[in-house]
C-alpha cells in the first residue's frame, strides 16, 4: 500500500514510543509512558479492529485466585513468590480501578466461590483442610481481621458438586468492554494514536534504528518499542511464553436467575459469573491442552458441548436456558505465573506472560513496562 505524504507525516513519523498491542497492558503503558513525557509521540499498533487477545474477551472477574489455585502454585513456586503473585494481583486491581472508577469499570463486589466437583474428593478435602493455612499466609496482603476465604453452604442450587464453597469476601467482577471503551478515551485523551488493523509482523535494529516491519506499507521507524501482545509474543521474542486458547459462550436471559458473583470450578479451568440476568461460562482448555495451545480465535465442539453439559447438569440443572453467542480469547501462560518485563534490546522492551489473570495485573504490568525505559 502506498501511503500519501499526509497519512506518512501525520502517524507514521518521528515516533518516540511505539507499543504493540492496545489490550489492558498496551494502553496502560502508554498513559505511563505519556505521564513520564507528556510531549512524546505514542503511536499504539493493533493488528485488529479491536484489541485481539483477551482483554475484551476474558471473563471480567476481578480474582487474584481461587484456594485450589494457589495451593497449585505453592507446587511450583516458593511461599515468597506465590504472596508476591497474590500481592500483585490484588494491587493491580486496586490501581485499575483508581485510575479507571468503579463506575466507569462496572464494577461490583459479589464475592467469589470456588465449587468443587465430586469427580475430586481429594482436591475438596485438602482445601478444607489447609484454608487455615492459605488464610494465614494472605493476612500480610488484606490486611484484614476477618479471614480471606470462609465456607459456605451451596445455596445456589448446583448438583453434583460438593455440600460446601469455599467463599472469597474480596472477589469482584466487572465489565471489560467498559473497562477498554474507558481506557481507550483516556489514551485519545492524552493525544495518544491507536491504530487499529496495523499488524507488525516483525522488528529489526539497524544503524542505531528500530525498523518495525509491516504486512500493507514501508518500515516504520521509532526510537524505543515495547512488545504487549501477550498470548502473540512469540513471534517477537524467544521466552517462556505460549498462546492459550479461552473458550466462551454466554447464555439469553434467565428468568428468575438467583446466581450472583463469580464463580471457580475444577481448579479454576471451568469459571462462570452472572451478567444482570445472563450466565457467563469459560474454560474446558484441560479437555485439550494441545489444541488449545493456539494463537488461532476459534471453538471447538470438544469444549462447547462439555460448557453446554455443566451448565444443564449442574450449574442451573433446573432450569431451561439458550445459548446467546460464543467467542473464544488468547492468554499467554508459561512454566512460571510472574509476568516476563525485560528488555530484549536496547531500547526495546516486552511486558508478556500475564497468565490469565490481565485483568487483575494488567495496568501494573503496563506501568512496570513503561518504568524500563530510562531516556
Given at each position: 500500500m502506498n501511503l500519501s505524504y499526509w497519512e506518512r507525516n501525520t502517524w507514521l513519523q518521528e515516533i518516540d514510543h511505539a507499543i504493540i498491542g492496545s489490550g489492558i497492558v498496551g494502553l496502560s503503558c502508554a498513559l505511563a509512558l505519556r505521564k513520564k513525557n507528556p510531549k512524546a509521540k505514542i503511536v499504539v499498533f493493533e493488528k485488529g479492529?479491536?484489541?485481539?487477545?483477551?482483554?475484551?474477551?476474558?471473563?471480567?472477574?476481578?480474582?487474584?485466585?481461587?484456594?485450589s489455585e494457589i495451593l497449585e502454585d505453592l507446587k511450583t513456586h516458593t511461599e515468597t513468590e506465590v504472596l508476591q503473585l497474590v500481592n500483585d494481583r490484588v494491587a493491580g486491581l486496586e490501581l485499575l480501578r483508581e485510575t479507571l472508577g468503579d463506575k466507569q469499570l462496572d464494577y461490583v463486589q459479589h464475592g467469589g466461590y470456588e465449587v468443587f466437583t465430586k469427580d475430586d474428593?481429594?482436591?475438596?478435602?485438602?482445601?478444607?483442610?489447609?484454608?487455615p493455612y492459605i488464610n494465614e499466609l494472605l493476612k500480610s496482603v488484606f490486611l484484614s481481621k476477618n479471614d480471606i476465604f470462609s465456607i459456605k453452604n451451596n445455596e445456589f442450587g448446583f448438583k453434583n458438586v460438593?455440600?460446601?464453597?469455599?467463599?472469597?469476601?474480596?472477589?469482584?467482577?466487572?465489565?471489560?468492554?467498559?473497562?477498554?471503551?474507558?481506557?481507550?478515551?483516556?489514551?485519545s485523551k492524552e493525544g495518544i494514536l491507536v491504530l487499529n488493523c496495523s499488524k507488525i509482523e516483525s522488528f529489526e535494529q539497524k544503524n542505531g534504528e528500530i525498523l518495525l516491519k509491516t504486512?500493507?506499507?514501508?518500515?516504520?521507524?521509532?526510537?524505543?518499542?515495547?512488545?504487549?501482545t501477550n498470548g502473540f509474543a512469540a513471534q517477537f521474542m524467544n521466552d517462556d511464553v505460549q498462546p492459550a486458547r479461552a473458550q466462551v459462550l454466554i447464555t439469553k436471559p434467565i428468568a428468575n436467575l438467583t446466581l450472583k458473583g463469580t464463580f471457580h470450578l475444577d481448579k479454576g479451568y471451568y469459571y462462570f459469573r452472572n451478567i444482570q440476568n445472563r450466565i457467563l461460562l469459560g474454560g474446558g482448555r484441560n479437555l485439550d491442552f494441545k489444541a488449545e495451545e493456539t494463537s488461532e480465535a476459534g471453538l471447538t465442539a470438544l469444549v462447547q458441548d462439555r460448557l453446554e453439559e455443566l451448565l444443564a447438569t449442574t450449574i442451573i440443572p433446573d432450569q431451561t436456558f439458550e445459548i446467546d453467542t460464543r467467542w473464544s480469547g488468547i492468554m499467554g501462560v508459561g512454566g512460571q505465573k510472574k509476568p516476563i518485563l525485560k528488555e530484549l534490546s536496547p531500547n526495546v522492551y516486552c511486558g508478556v506472560r500475564l497468565g490469565g489473570m490481565g485483568v487483575a495485573i494488567g495496568s501494573s504490568v503496563g506501568q512496570q513496562l513503561a518504568n524500563l525505559h530510562h531516556t
Amino acid at each position: 500500500m502506498n501511503l500519501s505524504y499526509w497519512e506518512r507525516n501525520t502517524w507514521l513519523q518521528e515516533i518516540d514510543h511505539a507499543i504493540i498491542g492496545s489490550g489492558i497492558v498496551g494502553l496502560s503503558c502508554a498513559l505511563a509512558l505519556r505521564k513520564k513525557n507528556p510531549k512524546a509521540k505514542i503511536v499504539v499498533f493493533e493488528k485488529g479492529s479491536l484489541p485481539s487477545g483477551a482483554s475484551t474477551k476474558n471473563a471480567g472477574f476481578a480474582c487474584f485466585g481461587s484456594v485450589s489455585e494457589i495451593l497449585e502454585d505453592l507446587k511450583t513456586h516458593t511461599e515468597t513468590e506465590v504472596l508476591q503473585l497474590v500481592n500483585d494481583r490484588v494491587a493491580g486491581l486496586e490501581l485499575l480501578r483508581e485510575t479507571l472508577g468503579d463506575k466507569q469499570l462496572d464494577y461490583v463486589q459479589h464475592g467469589g466461590y470456588e465449587v468443587f466437583t465430586k469427580d475430586d474428593p481429594e482436591l475438596y478435602e485438602e482445601c478444607l483442610i489447609k484454608l487455615p493455612y492459605i488464610n494465614e499466609l494472605l493476612k500480610s496482603v488484606f490486611l484484614s481481621k476477618n479471614d480471606i476465604f470462609s465456607i459456605k453452604n451451596n445455596e445456589f442450587g448446583f448438583k453434583n458438586v460438593q455440600n460446601k464453597l469455599i467463599f472469597n469476601q474480596f472477589e469482584g467482577q466487572l465489565d471489560t468492554g467498559q473497562m477498554m471503551v474507558t481506557l481507550l478515551q483516556k489514551a485519545s485523551k492524552e493525544g495518544i494514536l491507536v491504530l487499529n488493523c496495523s499488524k507488525i509482523e516483525s522488528f529489526e535494529q539497524k544503524n542505531g534504528e528500530i525498523l518495525l516491519k509491516t504486512s500493507n506499507s514501508e518500515d516504520i521507524s521509532v526510537a524505543s518499542l515495547f512488545i504487549a501482545t501477550n498470548g502473540f509474543a512469540a513471534q517477537f521474542m524467544n521466552d517462556d511464553v505460549q498462546p492459550a486458547r479461552a473458550q466462551v459462550l454466554i447464555t439469553k436471559p434467565i428468568a428468575n436467575l438467583t446466581l450472583k458473583g463469580t464463580f471457580h470450578l475444577d481448579k479454576g479451568y471451568y469459571y462462570f459469573r452472572n451478567i444482570q440476568n445472563r450466565i457467563l461460562l469459560g474454560g474446558g482448555r484441560n479437555l485439550d491442552f494441545k489444541a488449545e495451545e493456539t494463537s488461532e480465535a476459534g471453538l471447538t465442539a470438544l469444549v462447547q458441548d462439555r460448557l453446554e453439559e455443566l451448565l444443564a447438569t449442574t450449574i442451573i440443572p433446573d432450569q431451561t436456558f439458550e445459548i446467546d453467542t460464543r467467542w473464544s480469547g488468547i492468554m499467554g501462560v508459561g512454566g512460571q505465573k510472574k509476568p516476563i518485563l525485560k528488555e530484549l534490546s536496547p531500547n526495546v522492551y516486552c511486558g508478556v506472560r500475564l497468565g490469565g489473570m490481565g485483568v487483575a495485573i494488567g495496568s501494573s504490568v503496563g506501568q512496570q513496562l513503561a518504568n524500563l525505559h530510562h531516556t
